[in-house]
């Protein structure tokens, strides 16, 4: 897996953004079977960067924790198939990498949630990046049973990495 990751903000965590959001990557990657090495593109912005490009992508005037915005147009969940023959479209044709998506976050809705959840920074960091990992291969939260699969499998994922409610 590999991922460009960027802050734009001043913000500094005590974790490491790129170790933990790679991390959180490899575990959803691994557990939803993809079979190719993947790219996968991260910004870290502010609550007005986030507002802005939420604005510009989907018409909303206001900020949010992340948003996704996935390469691949899944029929089915983490249905890798879909690119066989389609090598052109959705593989890197310098590094052979499955092109994933790309993710916004907000480190200032990073910082204001793990505050209301009474958990650490690391962890709210970390669903976000689990939750918008799972957008990128083909996951939503749309219907009620949607919103259960992906929480449940958000939840699988930071278990098996120790980032727990703590």
Known sequence: ??????NETQTEFDFDIK?????V????LDSENCPYEAQVNLLVTDNEG???YNRQYRN??????????PMLPFETEADFGLVEGH??????????ELLLGDIIISADKVTEQAEK???????????????SLLHLCGYDHMETEEAK???RKQEEVLGRLSITRE
């Open 117 to 131: 959840y009474g958990h650490s920074a690391k962890r709210e960091f970390a669903f976000l990046a689990a939750h």
């Open 1 to 6: 897996m590999n991922s460009c990751v960027e």
């Open 149 to 151: 699969v992906m929480e």
């Open 60 to 69: 909303m005037d206001s900020s949010t924790d992340v948003l996704s915005f």
């Open 19 to 23: 170790q933990v959001f790679d991390l």
């Open 25 to 28: 990557a490899e575990e959803v």
């Open 87 to 96: 090598e052109a479209d959705y593989f890197d044709p310098e590094t052979g």
């Open 50 to 52: 986030i507002r802005e």
